[in-house]
């Protein structure tokens, strides 16, 4: 390992020098860490709130998008799965076709009577999503508990917005905690629109990024 001068943190610059495209192979330990990662998030807490089988519901629902998006060459990580991020270009969907048709009904074996607002929001997050404007979507960011503190979930991000700017499009996600709406608006994001929840639960900010040198 190359000594770091100038105060750089060594972990958040390892995590740039390995970050890299995620494989087949990788499905598991990308999982593991959004599963990790996502395990306080105010809203996925809320959509599957049994503390107890929240990490295998988590996974079932992850696997999903995950298996889509490594497909579609479409995961980021860094090393040791500190951070991972599934990033869906134009035209790409959050799922397959089969999983998007058969996914209200896997809610409802996981959820019971509380599949139904679960399916609602994912819903509104999916009509809220930008149809005729080009972007780089990205879907999930997450950090595990031992890689947290360094910012290699905004390098990592940081690294994403570079691709989008390098094809001249926006890139847009769904900020489902509220804390780090500072941390996107940082990076050049800006509120794009609000989406309720549920009754008593703040509302999630979608974000949108303009690609660099656009002139908007």
Excluded: C, K
């Excluded at 598991?28 to 599957?48: C, I, R």
């Excluded at 270009?89 to 074996?109: C, K, Q, T, V």
């Amino acid at each position: 390992m190359t000594a770091m001068s100038g105060g750089a943190d060594p972990v958040r610059v390892d995590a740039a020098r390995s970050t890299r495209l995620a494989t087949p192979a990788d499905l598991p330990d990308v999982v593991g860490t959004l599963v990790e990662a996502f395990d306080e998030d105010p809203v996925w807490s809320w959509a599957f709130p049994d503390p107890e089988a929240r990490a295998a519901q988590h996974a079932v629902i992850f696997r999903m998008t995950v298996a889509h998006a490594i497909a579609n060459d479409a995961v980021w990580l860094t090393a040791g799965f500190g951070a991972v991020v599934t990033a869906f270009g134009p035209g790409i969907n959050e799922m397959s076709d089969a999983d998007a048709e058969r996914f209200p009904s896997i809610l409802g074996d996981l959820l019971g009577d509380h599949a139904d607002a679960v399916n609602g929001l994912f819903e509104r997050f999916e009509h809220a999503r930008p149809v005729d404007t080009p972007h780089l979507y990205v879907s999930m960011l997450g950090t595990r508990n031992r890689a947290r503190g360094h910012g290699i979930g905004m390098a990592l991000l940081a690294h994403l917005v570079e691709e989008a700017d390098a094809q001249g499009i926006g890139t847009y996600l769904e900020s489902s905690n509220g804390a780090n709406d500072h941390r996107y608006e940082s990076a050049g994001f800006r509120v794009h629109a609000s989406i309720p929840v549920a009754p008593g639960r703040p509302a999630v900010n979608t974000m949108w990024r303009d690609p660099a040198g656009s002139g908007v």
